[in-house]
Antibody, heavy 118, light 111 residues
């Protein structure tokens, strides 16, 4: 059974940093691309970015609006993907989802809440 | 980059059928999309991927009541024999080499 479990969310002050983790199991993590998607309360889904597999040179891509502040990485030995978020703003407050992608997103984690507030 | 357009809301009666629409922007009418369901208070769940031909590939565990179809730039999700648990937000998704986009979502109310 595919499982994606996010952790690391919480309360952070504006301008601060936070690193989210996504622990994966039930599939060959090293061969899969992983994306991050967020959702502000009462709003729709917003794509953050993705990291491809080693076979695809761990290539990353990001939403233009977030590029430079957010960084996606992975550790295949730990079956874990990461989202490093810097210079956080109040509008970054959202539930953050880790997803597996095989062309489309085909599995979602349960999400972790990030609140940016003073 | 592609843009996906969805109606903000839809409603249908218990036991009836409903057809939700996702429209691809000009120049992107051949793109594959995916449909996702988000029940209240829960994470989204992948339902299916849907090609321009109308062929679709459902995710594991998805009810047989869900089906997909296509016409031009429009991609459809049809839910038959509506149940109360089908009341949810439905999002379409598409992608190209360096980006992924979601439609704004359709809130389905089961009457």
């Amino acid at each position: 059974e595919v499982q994606l479990v996010e952790s690391g969310g919480g309360l952070v002050q504006p301008g601060g940093s936070l690193k989210l983790s996504c622990a994966a199991s039930g599939f060959t993590f090293s061969g899969s691309a992983m994306d991050w998607v967020r959702q502000a309360s009462g709003k729709g889904l917003e794509w953050i970015g993705r990291i491809r597999s080693k076979a695809n040179s761990y290539a990353t891509a990001y939403a233009a609006s977030l590029k430079g502040r957010f960084i996606i990485s992975r550790d295949d030995s730990q079956n874990t993907a990461y989202l490093q978020m810097n210079s956080l703003k109040t509008e970054d407050t959202a539930v953050y989802y880790c997803t597996r992608t095989h062309s489309s997103v085909d599995y979602w984690g349960q999400g972790t809440l990030v609140t940016v507030s003073s | 980059q592609p843009v996906l357009t969805q109606s903000s809301s839809a409603s249908a009666s218990l036991g009836s059928s409903v057809k939700l629409t996702c429209t691809l922007s000009s120049g992107h009418s051949t793109y594959i999309i995916a449909w996702h369901q988000q029940q209240p208070g829960r994470a989204p769940r992948y339902l299916m991927s849907l090609e321009s031909s109308g062929d679709y590939n459902k995710g594991s565990g998805g009810p047989d009541r869900f089906s997909g179809s296509s016409s031009g730039a429009d991609r459809y999700l049809t839910i038959s024999n509506l149940q109360s648990e089908d009341e949810a937000d439905y999002y379409c998704e598409t992608w190209d080499s360096d980006t992924r986009v979601f439609g704004g979502g359709t809130k389905l109310t089961v009457l």
